[in-house]
């Protein structure tokens, strides 16, 4: 097992061949990239890296989990992380994009910065949908809120977007933004017509 700093792998002063490597990640990586929807994070990575002399071989195991809001009820929920990808490296004096598969560093680069691709490997492997198993989210913070139905909310989103403006409830918020909007129109300049 070799010692590496933060996330970066020293490869320069390691033989052809295969050195394993193990990182933990915490909170502070999601910090370090401006996520704010992670909460916890409880991760172990293990690197197999194949060396050779033009090439390097990263293969990443990620497994623990991560504290996000649920969807349902807001409340922490955990979800598991299981996340298996590779990683290239390969060398050129030439600018390339990293593609998600290939990362090209310039000859004479003597470490790799693993951050990026284990925090988006992380991110990317959640589930759309985050939230608990049916019937374990917290009662009393559903009980707070009132449930919008998709026709609801389709009607709000209308009214928000189109000329014709709804009576009753959209007329309500509207009148509500208008007088909390500091300097907002008084009522005499839009009765012209
Ligand atoms: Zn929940």
Known sequence: MEVAQGYSIAFKGLK????????????????????????????????????????????????????????????????????????????????????GEVLWLVPGEDEVDLAQYIYESIVLSLPYQRVHPEGECDPDMLGRFRIVSDEEFASIEAGAGGEERRGGEWAKLAELRERMEPGGRSSGDDAKD
Request: charged fraction near 35%.
């Open 16 to 99: 052809n061949g295969h050195h394993d490597f193990r990182f933990e990640v915490g909170k502070p990586l999601f910090d370090a990239f401006g996520n704010t929807e992670v909460r916890d994070c409880a991760c172990e990575v293990s690197v197999g890296l194949e060396r050779a002399e033009t090439l390097l071989v990263f293969d990443v195991r990620i497994t623990g989990h991560v504290v996000v809001a649920c969807d349902r009820c807001l409340e922490d929920c955990r979800i598991p992380v299981d996340f298996e990808g590779r990683l290239m490296v390969r060398f050129s004096e030439e600018e390339h994009e990293y593609d």
